[in-house]
């Protein structure tokens, strides 16, 4: 057992294995999905609704008690936006710190050449993944959170491979 957990623990510290890399992001990736989901539809529910009837997560909202505002289509299409806007930089946040404490070496860059880097990559996946999933509500009429669902998918994949690239040294 005490093997195990030295194994697991050399390879947790590990950041040269992009396999080590790859697990810690996932984990990490989790933690600022949860931030970025909990603001994201605190945001949609509560703030600027952006949510429509058939949505899955407002109808987890009306099995627990509560109420959507349904608002029109132009409106929900702006909030949906800003709240992402909220969303990203809150998530982003969390994903910069753990990034740094646990999956990439930093140094490839001076600090505040990586921190801009960080997020002018973050932010042109974001805006490309908005846009995307912005597209696919008004032309295809998914719901938000099916959108929501497959380009976070997608961004964490391009992240990764963005980050570990050109961010980040190794």
Not at 4 to 12: E, K
Not at 64 to 71: D, E, K, S, T
Not at 121 to 126: G, I, N, Q, V
Not at 143 to 170: I, L
Request: hydrophobic share 50%; with cysteine.
């Amino acid at each position: 057992m005490a093997n195990l957990l030295s194994s697991l623990s050399s390879f947790l510290q590990n950041k040269e294995s992009i396999h080590a890399q790859f697990f810690k992001y996932l984990i990490c990736g989790g933690l600022t999905f949860v931030v970025d989901v909990g603001v994201f539809y605190l945001m949609a529910w509560i703030v600027l609704p952006s949510l429509r009837e058939g949505d899955p997560f407002g109808m987890i909202i009306g099995v627990l008690g509560g109420q959507i505002r349904i608002v029109p289509e132009d409106i929900l299409l702006r909030n949906f936006v800003i709240n992402k806007i909220v969303a990203f930089l809150s998530s982003n946040t969390v994903a910069y710190i753990t990034n740094v404490l646990f999956v990439f070496n930093d140094g490839r860059h001076q600090k505040f050449k990586e921190v801009v880097m960080f997020y002018v990559l973050s932010t042109t996946s974001f805006v490309f993944f908005t846009l995307l999933s912005r597209f696919l509500i008004a032309r295809y009429d998914w719901q938000v959170t099916w959108a929501y669902f497959f380009v976070f998918t997608c961004a964490m994949m391009t992240n990764f491979t963005m980050r570990k690239k050109f961010v980040f040294k190794g």
